[in-house]
Every structure is written in structure tokens, then in C-alpha cells.
């Protein structure tokens, strides 16, 4: 039918070539049989689809999960029983803590000479598709990775004019716009210098700073900094945090060892989550060509077993033929008018 459509604008077939289409026909009984499958058949695709709908939201419970787990210092535990040489963090006056962890803030972790800074105010004005340093939007930085989305650029001039702050390969990335707010990832480099949004914030540890990049994203990224950025943002229609009150948010810092212990379980975590979510996406398309199958084997008659004891559906049409013609009325003969 597909090779009968017309037009342009607004394809269709014309109902002529509708109606002279000839199409197989199974006798009636085998058709019984063909419906009764295929509705069966689709109950279990059905059902089949509702559980895979279900496993998404389960993915990202399991990886919030892990988070939450990590960063109670869960994951972790058997690691400071086997290294208790850790340097303890004075912990004095502080909530309860895991051995050897401490408090810290972002400004902190930056000090002197690293940065911890808004992104910047760059108009569209200030752009140039030709230009050779490549502006990063809120688009770029997902939940944990750089998606890497956009395609905004500025010249070098225009970013030394406007003393653009350009960032690094390993800086962590952390949006002041949902959604969700305050996710963070680490910038992976580009072929161009890069700077960004002024509603991205930059930080990138100083030099003598105990901190690991990994760790540090997956913490911001974790429902016990998510629920303090929460309390701290503002916004009615769109919920923002400043920079100031991302600054003020302190949170616990384990040893360096210990952070990257850290990044190494949650990371495999992940990788095992991501696995079972590509065998999802790769499940759905299956899912998706799965009635055009079942339709394709139907009407190839191999659907379901042919019974040569049913009736051959020429019978059948030869039947409807023959009431058709009873039931028509006889064509009367025109009189012709006498001269």
C-alpha cells in the first residue's frame, strides 16, 4: 500500500486504489485463531512494556542510594578497618562522623590558589559561530557527566575583554538552575578553550588541597548536598542557588585515600546501572518492532497452525458472492418512446 501514496503536503492513498488493493484471507476459523494470538500476544507485550517503564525510576533510586550510602561512609568501612594509620580530621564539636573524617566547604577547598567562581555574563551579542572559544551551557553539564550539548562561541578577544574566567580539564562543573539543581560533573577538556554560563559555577582545588575531583562530584550529586541546596535556594517558577550560599554549605571530607576508595565503589555502581539501562534501551526498540512482527507473521499465515479440516475461505466469499447477487434487484429494461 505504501508504494500506492500521493502527494507532497499531505500524502494519502486514493480509495480507488484502496479498494482494488487485494488482501490474503485465511478461512474464517484460522482467523478466529490469528485474532484469539494476537491478542494474547499483546497482553505480554503490554505487560512487558509496563515493566520495563518500571525499571528507570529503580535505576536512579539505586544510584541515589549508593550516593547516600558513600557518603554515610557505609561503603567504606571495612577500607578505614584495614587502614588505621588514616590521620584523623579534628572532629571536635561537630555531628557524628566516620574515623578519620572532617568538615569542609567549597571556598575552603579552593583557597588561594585554586577557583571558586560564578561562570560569565556573556549576551549574545557577544558571540560569534566563528569564534574560537567555545561557551558552555547549562545544556553541558548533566547529572554526574558532561553531555556536551551545545555549540556557542565567542572570539578570544571577546573573552579577554570581558574577563571571562576560562576553565580546565578536570574543573568540577555545578549548575545553579535545576534540573535538578546544583548537579555537577567534571569538565572533560575541549578542542577549544572553553569558558561558560554565569549559572554554572567553577571549582577547581588548590593546589595543596586533600581533595579528589570524583569524589567531589559525587558528593554534590548525592540526596545529602541535593537536600541542602534545597533549604538554600530561591526562586518561585525556577528554583536557583547562589553562588554565596553554595559556598556556605559545609560537608564531611574523608582522607584522600579514602576518598578515592570511594570513587572507585560508587564509579563501579554506576558503570553496573548504566549496563542494565543500555539492556533497556536495547530491550524497547525490540519491544517497540515487536506488534509489526506479530502482524507480519500473522499474515503470512505462520502465526498460528493452518487445520485443513476448516473451511477454505473461497467457500466462504463464494457464499457472500452468491447472497449478493440474490439480494440485488433485476436492472429494468428502458421502454422505448413510440414515434
Same mark, same amino acid.
Given at each position: ?142 547529572? /554526574?557527566?558532561? $553531555?556536551? !550539548?551545545? #555549540? @556557542?562561541?565567542?572570539? *578570544?578577544?571577546? =573573552?579577554?575583554? %570581558? ?71 530561591? /526562586?518561585?517558577? $525556577?528554583? !536557583?542557588? #547562589? @553562588?554565596?550560599?553554595? *559556598?556556605?554549605? =559545609?560537608?564531611? %571530607? ?86
Amino acid at each position: 500500500m505504501s508504494g500506492l501514496v500521493q502527494g507532497a503536503l499531505y500524502p494519502a492513498v486514493k480509495s480507488d486504489d484502496v479498494r482494488a488493493s487485494k488482501i490474503p484471507l485465511p478461512p474464517l476459523n484460522e482467523q478466529r485463531r490469528i485474532v484469539s494470538k494476537i491478542k494474547a500476544l499483546e497482553s505480554h507485550r503490554e505487560a512487558a512494556q509496563v515493566a520495563l517503564d518500571a525499571i528507570p525510576p529503580l535505576l536512579e533510586k539505586f544510584r541515589q542510594s549508593v550516593l547516600a550510602a558513600a557518603f554515610r561512609g557505609d561503603l567504606t568501612r571495612e577500607w578505614r578497618t584495614q587502614h588505621p594509620d588514616v590521620e584523623p580530621v579534628d572532629t571536635t564539636d561537630l555531628p557524628e562522623l566516620p574515623t578519620g573524617w572532617g568538615t569542609t566547604n567549597l571556598p575552603e577547598l579552593a583557597g588561594s590558589s585554586g577557583i571558586f567562581t560564578d561562570g560569565d555574563w556573556v549576551e549574545s551579542k557577544d558571540q560569534d559561530p566563528a569564534g574560537n572559544v567555545r561557551l558552555i551551557q547549562l545544556a553541558d553539564v548533566g547529572d /554526574g557527566f558532561y $553531555r556536551d !550539548r551545545s #555549540s @556557542r562561541f565567542l572570539t *578570544g578577544q571577546k =573573552a579577554n575583554a %570581558l574577563g571571562c574566567t576560562f576553565i580546565k580539564t578536570g574543573d568540577v562543573l555545578i549548575s545553579r538552575l535545576a534540573d535538578p539543581l546544583g548537579r555537577a560533573c567534571i569538565f572533560p577538556g575541549d578542542a577549544k578553550r572553553a569558558v561558560t554560563v554565569v549559572d554554572v559555577a567553577i571549582f577547581r582545588r588548590s593546589n595543596s588541597a586533600p581533595i579528589e575531583a570524583v569524589w567531589l562530584k559525587h558528593w554534590i550529586n548525592s540526596p545529602q548536598f541535593r537536600r541542602r541546596i534545597d533549604l538554600l535556594s530561591s /526562586g518561585t517558577t $525556577r528554583k !536557583r542557588i #547562589s @553562588r554565596k550560599n553554595l *559556598g556556605a554549605i =559545609a560537608f564531611p %571530607l574523608p582522607s584522600l585515600g579514602e576518598q578515592r576508595r570511594i570513587a572507585e565503589i560508587v564509579d563501579a555502581y554506576f558503570a553496573l546501572a548504566d549496563e542494565v539501562e543500555s539492556a533497556l534501551t536495547s530491550g524497547r526498540g525490540q519491544l517497540s518492532l515487536l506488534s509489526q512482527s506479530i502482524l507480519a507473521k500473522a499474515f503470512r499465515g505462520e502465526l498460528v497452525p493452518q487445520d485443513p479440516n476448516d473451511e477454505p475461505a473461497s467457500a466462504l466469499l463464494d457464499r457472500i458472492r452468491a447472497k449478493r447477487a440474490a439480494a440485488t434487484p433485476p436492472t429494468k429494461k428502458k421502454k422505448r418512446k413510440s414515434k
